[in-house]
């Protein structure tokens, strides 16, 4: 996350993904540089662009403030649909 910028950049190794796929953020743990998890927990998902093979961005709804230095947080990452 770069504070001001609405893309947010995810590193997933070997995710398979394709641009134009939607990714579903669940199970949000931490917080990333003072954003909420809720932030990323968006039930529509995310439509994602593909930048390599472990990573893609997405356009967060609103702008982040990076209001601290942290780590990075941890998700599980699905698509749009699961089924059983």
Known sequence: ??????TITVTEVNHG???GDTVVFRNVE????GVAPSAFESSSGFTITVTTT????FTLGSTPTITESS?????TAGP???TP
């Open 17 to 19: 993904r394709s641009t």
């Open 30 to 33: 931490g917080s990333l540089g």
């Open 54 to 57: 472990d990573k893609y961005t």
């Open 71 to 75: 780590g990075g947080m941890t998700v």
């Open 80 to 82: 749009v649909t699961l």
């Open 1 to 6: 996350i770069t504070s001001g910028s609405t």
